[in-house]
Every structure is written in C-alpha cells, then in structure tokens.
C-alpha cells in the first residue's frame, strides 16, 4: 500500500478562486489526475463566484430550473466566469473578470434528459436531411448545415446544446428547455441581488464522466494557448 501524492504545486493550490495566473500555472504544472481534481473541486462545485454574496440563491436557482427541465437539482451545476470569477476562453479573454456582459452556463448532467434531446435533434435531422423541414433565411440555413454535421460528433463525446436544435413545436424538448433558461434570465433581473448577466445558457451531458472530461479539456487549453 502507497500513501497519497500531491505534487508540490499542487498542494499550493488553496484558495477557493484562484487568481488567473494561478490557475494557468496549475494548468500548465500539475499532474493529469490533479487536472481532474481541480476541475471537479474548483470548476465544478462549491458556491459559484458570482453568487458568494448570497450562496442560497444559487441554491433556489438550482431548485428552479430543476424543476423546470425535470432533473433533481444535484444534476445541475454552473461552469465558466461565473464559478471562478473570470473567462476561462483560451487566448486574450482569459482572465477577463466575470461582468454584466458574461453568460450564466449551465450543466445539466442527466442520462434520460441527454437521451431525450439526443431523440428530438435524430427527429429534426431526419426531417430536415429529408426536405420535410427548410430554413427561413440564409443565416438559419448556415447554422443548420453546421449543426447538423458538428452536433453529432459532440452527441459521440457526451453532451449536446439543446439550441442548435431548432426552436419548433415538434422538437417541444428543446423548445422547454431554451423556454426555462429564458425565464430563468427575466426572473434574474427581478431579483434586486442577483448578478446581472447577458444571458443564461444550458448545456445537457449523458453522465458525469462525460461532463468532467469535458470540463477537463476545456481547462488544459488554458495551458496549450496562454
């Protein structure tokens, strides 16, 4: 039997939000499975940054929109500027400080939701690769032959954007789910203490491996491009 290592680095690592050049530092330092560690311990869980003044809110909001898309509100967490107080994109935005302007981006990590806008995106694929359904204007027409070619390969890594799925009464899994974040954005603004955001995003993953892998691959391109 082995006792537990921590590299160096890695047991510097303390503080709850960790400034923008501590965290590229872990990034670019740590061992592979500390990169997991601080994803799911700083980038996925705890009280969100942009919600520290007021730690139960977060909670309602949690309640809320779990109730609104009919998953338990553990299968939702909130990723991005808003957790750890800044943008995470690769490149100049990293660092960039969490603003009226950033987005709230929410995971929802549920297998049967997955499954089910997984079902609705094969429907409106089959529809619309068989001239039953066709673009209004040549902007949607872009975004649907870029949809339907790119959603399928992040439907194979887990996860799926419930807005590249056209908002039509017959795709009515995705229409409830964008329908829930938009309501969810106008009942931030009616609430005086919450943070003022752009808007509110919701992301859907199959299960929880697939979420932190993703997670995880977003974080190590903190270090492959700053």
Known sequence: ???FIISEDGKRLKNIYPCPE???TMAKSVTDSEKFGIVQQWLSE????CFRECPLLYEAIR???ARAIEIHAKEITLIGSARIGYSLAPGDDYGRPFNDSSDLDFSAISSVLFENCVAVFELW?????NGRILPTNPTEEFWWKNNATSVPNNITRGFIDPHKIPTRKRYQIACDILDSGFRLHEKLKM???APRVRKVTIRVYRDWWAAIRQFKINFSMIAEYN
């Open 1 to 3: 039997m082995r006792p």
């Open 22 to 24: 501590e965290l590229r």
């Open 46 to 49: 705890g009280i969100p940054y």
């Open 63 to 65: 309640g809320w929109l």
């Open 125 to 129: 694929l089959g529809d619309y690769q």
């Open 191 to 193: 609430t005086g203490y």
